[in-house]
Nanobody, 118 residues
């Protein structure tokens, strides 16, 4: 019903930058929120950043001032600009979309690896 395609992960040195993208497609009537979660080895999945339909945003404390979430409503795409990356940002990053097709549901991307290492 809703397909999510993520891109932009990779290996970067500490202090570097990466930009993640997630494009949603399908018979979408409305997107309520788009966000990014991450899961490091041995840890629970956590919310990184979220942007709602009215463009309000939430960030986990550890990324405030370094990460910026944005969305292109015309393309149903959400971006995560990650600057000043730290080794502790290393994780698999998952896109999440709250969208209405025939009902409102939560949809997940396949995940993209971000590794911050020298």
């Amino acid at each position: 019903q809703v397909q999510l395609v993520e891109s932009g992960g990779g290996l970067v040195q500490p202090g570097g930058s990466l930009r993640l993208s997630c494009a949603a497609s399908g018979s979408i009537k409305r997107i309520s929120a788009m966000g990014w979660y991450r899961q490091a080895p041995g840890k629970q999945r956590e919310l990184v950043a979220r942007i709602r339909s009215e463009s309000s945003t939430d960030y986990t404390d550890s990324v405030k001032g370094r990460f910026t979430i944005s969305r292109d409503n015309a393309k149903n795409t959400v971006y995560l600009q990650m600057n000043s990356l730290k080794p502790e940002d290393t994780a698999v990053y998952y896109c999440n979309v709250i969208a209405t097709v025939s009902y409102t549901g939560s949809y997940w991307g396949q995940g993209t690896q971000v590794t911050v290492s020298s």
